[in-house]
């Protein structure tokens, strides 16, 4: 038998996913999670239509904390896996 290696994925970069979704809020949060990108761009459109300032933060703040969260765990995975 021959050892054979697969080649592994790349792993995500933490500070990458948090300056993405800094600056570019639910939208920055896609490159971490496509799921959660798309739920928080949908909560999003629905918060940013109201007046109030304090729940668009909220959003702009979950956003952040969700992508580096899901990037730690996207590369925990890549890392068990290999």
Do not use: C, E, H
């Not at 994925?9 to 990458?16: D, E």
């Not at 909560?43 to 729940?55: E, H, I, N, R, W």
């Not at 904390?65 to 896996?81: D, E, F, G, L, P």
């Amino acid at each position: 038998m021959s050892d054979i290696q697969l080649p592994r994925l790349p792993l995500k970069s933490v500070a990458g996913a948090l300056w993405f979704s800094v600056l570019l809020g639910p939208v920055g949060l896609l490159y971490a999670s496509s799921l959660g990108g798309i739920v928080m761009i949908f909560l999003a459109t629905v918060v940013f239509s109201a007046k109030y300032l304090m729940p668009k933060i909220l959003v702009w703040l979950i956003s952040s904390i969700w992508s580096v969260m899901a990037t730690n765990r996207y590369n925990n995975k890549i890392v068990k896996a290999g």
